[in-house]
């Protein structure tokens, strides 16, 4: 199907002895997107020797499965464009920072975000300053659902950043939105729509949005800031994936971006590392 042509899939659903007819979001797979379509002319006009400096730089990413996923697509440009020369570290469980290239290594626990920011916080005390130029931590999807305390966790966040920017100044800590899930398709999630409340996905996606927002206000265009949750919504024409709750449109991942919901493929890694590496090079290649 034409990604211009469907934004959403006619579904006939029989309610009450009545036939209703809804709009329901594509299931995963349902648009067909090439990786090509995904456009990395923003990041092939940057100079070289910008890339040149941001290669130099220490950059350690905290994350879990979906950053595997990005780190790939990273990979996958890396190939297309050489210039951009960023070596990916494959870190253990005790690794430290402390030498040129992105060192990825995976922290904490899924499900408990307040888990993944204290690794993150232990790992760059222990490096000590000087060790690290740019640092960033990425939450995962399931670590921000319908059931979590949005201003809690929030607030954990700024202190824990207000603490490493007090300590460690010579580090850039970048600023990360909680990836999205795609809309489920079903009959219940049908249903759940055409009556206005939303399925599960879409109150987990809420949530998500909730915490991101709070992000945004508090650091966007003040300190460096990776939306993750904007890459994955807005899709290679530009035009957003989004889900409606009471009213209110609340971003998703878009269906041409997954497999299964929540992790990236080939077109949705390569569309969000290169929203990743053009906020990296925007702060450490100069």
């Not at 993750?228 to 971003?251: F, H, N, Q, Y």
């Not at 971006?257 to 290169?274: I, K, S």
């Amino acid at each position: 199907m034409n990604l211009r042509v469907v934004a959403a899939v006619v579904a006939l659903t029989v309610l009450g002895g009545g036939a209703w007819l809804m709009l329901e979001p594509p299931a995963p797979g349902d648009i067909a997107v090439k990786a090509e379509d995904v456009s990395l002319r923003s990041l092939a006009d940057i100079p070289a020797a910008r890339w040149q400096a941001l290669a130099k730089k220490r950059i350690f990413f905290g994350h879990q499965s979906v950053g595997v996923n990005i780190l790939a697509g990273v990979a996958d440009i890396g190939k297309e464009l050489p210039q951009i020369g960023v070596s990916i570290i494959e870190g253990g469980p005790e690794a430290q920072p402390g030498k040129p290239g992105l060192l990825q290594v995976q922290i904490g626990r899924n499900t408990d975000p307040e888990s993944k920011l204290r690794d993150f916080v232990d790992r760059l005390h222990k490096a000590g300053p000087g060790a690290v130029d740019v640092a960033l931590l990425k939450f995962c999807f399931v670590d921000v659902t319908a059931g979590v305390d949005v201003d809690r966790l929030f607030a954990s966040c700024q202190a824990a950043v207000a603490k490493l920017q007090q300590e460690l100044p010579g580090t850039t800590l970048v600023h990360c939105t909680v990836p999205l899930t795609a809309p489920r398709s079903g009959w219940r999630a049908r249903l759940k729509r055409l009556l206005g409340k939303g399925a599960a996905d879409d109150a987990d996606n809420r949530v998500r949005q909730q915490f991101n927002e709070r992000l945004r206000a508090e650091y966007g265009g003040k300190q460096p800031l990776f939306d993750l949750a904007l890459a994955e919504s807005t899709l290679p024409d530009g035009s957003r994936t989004e889900s409606v709750i009471d009213g209110s449109k609340v971003p998703c991942l878009a269906a041409c971006y997954t497999t299964d919901g929540g992790h990236l493929n080939e077109v949705g890694r390569r569309a969000v590392a290169r929203e990743l590496l053009r906020v990296l090079v925007t702060i450490g290649g100069r």
